[in-house]
């Protein structure tokens, strides 16, 4: 069992930062894949990328060259850099672990673009 904790978000103008932080209470090694989604609203939950290894990270293009996923130097963190946020990057974002064929997901965390 994996519990994920995301922390970090808030409201921030167009073209603000922001770094969201997801925490898994045990440990988890480098070998597993984290994701990040979100699910804005009136829409379907998107993924927004992942991350594998030390900084094998890849993204979708509607956030490519914007976010950045990283680890943390505790291997049980994960974070989501947003620069140049647009008002459509207004979404609950979630971290997502699959771990011995089940999903772990965070509660879920709300960030606001204001234009």
């Known amino acids: 069992q994996v519990q994920l904790v995301e922390s970090g978000g808030g409201s921030v103008q167009t073209g603000g930062s922001l770094r969201l932080s997801c925490v898994a209470s045990g440990s988890l090694y480098s070998s597993n894949v984290i994701y990040w989604f979100r699910h804005p609203p009136g829409k379907q939950r998107e993924l927004v990328g992942s991350i594998i290894g030390a900084d094998a990270a890849g993204y979708t293009e509607a956030v490519s060259g914007r976010f950045t996923i990283s680890r943390g130097h505790a291997k049980n963190s994960v974070y989501l850099q947003m620069d140049s946020r647009k008002p459509e990057d207004t979404a609950v974002y979630y971290c997502?672990?699959?771990?011995?064929?089940?999903?772990?997901w965070g509660q879920g965390i709300q960030v606001t673009v204001s234009s």
């Open positions: 997502k672990v699959p771990l011995g064929g089940q999903d772990f």
